[in-house]
T-cell receptor, first 112, second 113 residues
Framework: NAGVTQTPKFQVLKTGQSMTLQCAQD?????MYWYRQDPGMGLRLIYY???????DKGEVPNGYNVSRLNKREFSLRLESAAPSQTSVYFC???????????FGPGTRLLVL | AQSVAQPEDQVNVAEGNPLTVKCTYS??????LFWYVQYPNRGLQFLLK??????LVKGSYGFEAEFNKSQTSFHLKKPSALVSDSALYFC???????????FGSGTRLQVQP
């Protein structure tokens, strides 16, 4: 039982390049989330998916897209990376009845 | 809108002393409140939560938190700090009808030997 896994662990991009961050959970959770963490700002929600087939914008969705591929997987795509997207990205999942969100280990992204 | 305030960027405490990490919140309706801990280069780990019921909630590693509705606070406490408790602590809130959490900016706890 791996919980929430994220790939890659670390990535360097040049401005304008695209990439997809992958997230998978094996806890049979309905809801999944993408956050970014920046110094002094806590975690901010980018997008979330309450259930398979649905996605909703969070606090900071601009410059990102998401895909809920199936119940297990929720990917985050940067179409044209900008230096302002340098951050640590966390994926999380939760079971609606338990409410607690469980987090992956994070992806550290540097955009030059 | 929902929001969380963690007024202290850093809390310093000596090992063996009690510790408190403060959190206040603003939310419409009944709050669901959470504390998470983050160790260096790691993801967030769940510590405890308040959904309903007893105002004093006990969690992992000897931590507890008290829900105070009148003061809209949910302070994290531990009777006797350990050096290994040194980490970044986040308070989070969501309203009952929403799924997304709003996090505070985090408080760095430093426990000195």
């Amino acid at each position: 039982n791996a919980g929430v896994t994220q790939t890659p662990k670390f990535q360097v991009l040049k401005t304008g390049q695209s990439m997809t961050l992958q997230c998978a959970q094996d806890m049979n959770h309905n809801s999944m989330y993408w956050y970014r963490q920046d110094p002094g700002m806590g975690l901010r929600l980018i997008y979330y998916s309450a259930s398979e087939g649905t996605t909703d914008k969070g606090e900071v969705p601009n410059g990102y897209n998401v895909s809920r591929l199936n119940k297990r997987e929720f990917s985050l795509r940067l179409e044209s990376a900008a230096p302002s997207q340098t951050s640590v990205y966390f994926c999380a999942s939760s079971d609606g009845t338990q409410e607690t969100q469980y987090f992956g280990p994070g992806t550290r992204l540097l955009v030059l | 809108a929902q929001s969380v305030a963690q007024p202290e960027d850093q809390v310093n405490v000596a090992e063996g002393n009690p510790l408190t990490v403060k959190c206040t919140y603003s939310v419409s309706g009944n709050p669901y409140l959470f504390w998470y801990v983050q160790y260096p280069n790691r993801g967030l780990q769940f510590l405890l939560k308040y959904i309903t019921g007893d105002n004093l909630v006990k969690g992992s590693y000897g931590f507890e938190a008290e829900f105070n509705k009148s003061q809209t606070s949910f302070h994290l406490k531990k009777p006797s700090a350990l050096v290994s408790d040194s980490a970044l602590y986040f308070c989070a809130v969501r309203a009952g009808g929403r799924r997304a959490l709003t996090f505070g900016s985090g408080t760095r706890l430093q426990v000195q030997p």
